[in-house]
């Protein structure tokens, strides 16, 4: 190896992925260790940064290429040492000048001052932050000002947030195309509106608020039943759109997103309340070019006196607009939480919704969860789906085994995963896995599905007893 050329050694060095890998190499011989310190361009540390700035200061000298940085201290406690603070990150902004990509997460011994120095750190593009709790909007609008270059924000668990004025400056002055903002006390839907012309460029916005699961409406924060602006924004650029947890009403709120963004790829509504069937025809109408949706949905209150009225939003209507006019549908997930398979009305889609959209669109991944209505019947439909590559169903508690052996014939299937079902066995699983060949194939909470009997049935197997699943849907088992 010492007689290579260093440019073959680094090209070698290249292809290594895998940080213990690295590691191991710079034990071998000093060139080996220089070429590979130069190569490193992304470490991630934690709680085993002990002196954190004395460390951070060895780490920038040993890997002085250093673009990606990630520190996390989650599960931190106070054994393991002191944190890294503000003049460690003043250490790690002065010392990376390649300094491009950087996530802090759990920090507690970062504030204001410290975030500060980030805005030296001309070249930096992503900043992600998840529960840094001494940070405020202060501190967002130093490096909003000073880092010129940021092209994607993430805030997460933010509870300091008392002004959007980095926002504002963002949208006026910055080159943001990427933004989340999840679980942001301070920041509600109706603020984002001060965003501005910054909505032109945006490529991908994620706003998401989290709370405990409750089967009633859920109460969104930011939610203002007489807010006097209506949104008109320009945000034909946006392609990945996330909305979860939120409250909107007709010209209120994030809904106007579904009518404006023309150029939408990837979209995905978690629980939102107030979005209907004409919402999703709306969309389809003016988002051609989908490829991804992710409908996650809870039965709501609708009215009436007698039995039990509840239903999730969305019905067969929703399915048929994306089957006749997205035709580049390729991932879908439909995700049901708390509907009980004794009040099937619970789910407005139907098997014959779902089957619609299957047949219609080429659809390579499909995740079904707590679908208790899809039955054999549907897995006949999946059986003959030509381009479907890869399937997960979970909590789909009519599914039998003779459900299960018609995927043996599946043209492309090569992925399965079955969390918390429990009509099929071990026979219908493996007879499927045997005839498809398959990649790979998950099974998780299937009680009547032994570890012994789908061992060796794929390529990759993974295997749990138990799945805790989301927020402890359905239960059909």
């Given at each position: ?50 002196p954190a700035t ?167 924060p930011s939610y ?196 918390q079902c429990c ?55």
């Amino acid at each position: 190896m010492e007689g290579l050329p260093q440019a073959l050694l680094a090209e070698i060095i290249k292809r290594i992925t895998r940080t213990n890998d690295l590691n191991s190499i710079c034990l071998v011989s000093r060139l080996l260790y220089t070429v590979e310190a130069e190569q490193r361009d992304s470490i991630r540390v934690g709680c085993g940064l002990c002196p954190a700035t004395l460390a951070i200061s060895s780490l920038c000298l040993r890997f002085p290429n250093l673009c990606k940085v990630e520190i996390n201290y989650s599960g931190w406690v106070a054994d393991n040492g002191i944190q890294l603070d503000n003049q460690g990150l003043y250490v790690l902004s002065a010392h990376c000048p390649s300094l491009t990509d950087l996530t802090l997460s759990f920090c507690s011994y970062i504030d204001d001052s410290g975030l500060g120095c980030l805005a030296c750190c001309k070249k930096l593009t992503s900043l992600r932050l998840n529960s840094v709790p001494a940070i405020s909007s202060n501190g967002l609008l130093t490096v909003a000002v000073g880092c010129k270059s940021l092209s994607a924000l993430h805030l997460i668990g933010f509870m300091n947030l008392g002004s959007v004025e980095w926002l504002e400056y963002l949208g006026r002055e910055g080159s943001l195309e990427e933004l989340v903002v999840v679980d942001c006390k301070g920041i509600c839907q109706y603020d984002l509106f001060k965003f501005g012309p910054g909505w032109m460029k945006l490529q991908k916005f994620k706003f998401e608020i989290k709370h405990p699961y409750v089967m009633e409406q859920p109460q969104d924060p930011s939610y203002m039943a007489h807010y006097q602006f209506r949104y008109d924004c320009y945000c034909e650029s946006l392609t990945v759109l996330t909305l979860a947890r939120i409250v909107t009403v007709p010209e209120i709120g994030l809904r106007f997103f579904l009518s404006k963004c023309k150029e939408l790829e990837k979209l995905s509504l978690h629980y939102v309340i107030g979005i209907y069937d004409s919402d999703i025809i709306t969309l389809s109408h003016s988002c051609s070019n989908l490829t991804s949706i992710s409908l996650r949905l809870e039965p709501l209150f609708n009215g009436g006196l007698e039995g039990r009225n509840f239903s999730t939003p969305l019905t067969d209507d929703s399915l048929k607009a994306l089957a006749l006019r997205c035709p580049m549908l390729q991932t879908v997930e439909l995700t049901f939480a708390a509907c009980k398979p004794s009040y099937p009305s619970e789910i407005g889609f139907t098997q014959e919704g779902v089957v619609m959209l299957i047949q219609s669109c080429p659809i390579r991944d499909l995740v079904l969860s707590g679908a208790n209505f899809f039955n054999d019947d549907g897995m006949k439909a999946l059986s003959s789906a030509q381009y479907l590559e890869t399937l997960e169903l979970m909590d789909c508690v009519a599914i039998t085994d003779a459900g299960m052996r018609l995927l043996a014939h599946a043209p492309r299937l090569i992925n399965l995963t079955l969390r918390q079902c429990c009509r099929f066995t071990d026979r219908g699983v493996t007879e499927v896995a045997r005839a498809r060949n398959l990649e790979s194939l998950v099974i998780e909470g299937c009680r009547r599905v032994p570890l012994k009997a789908v061992e060796g049935a794929a390529k990759s197997v993974q295997y749990k007893v138990g799945y805790p699943g989301l927020y402890g849907l359905n239960r059909g088992c």
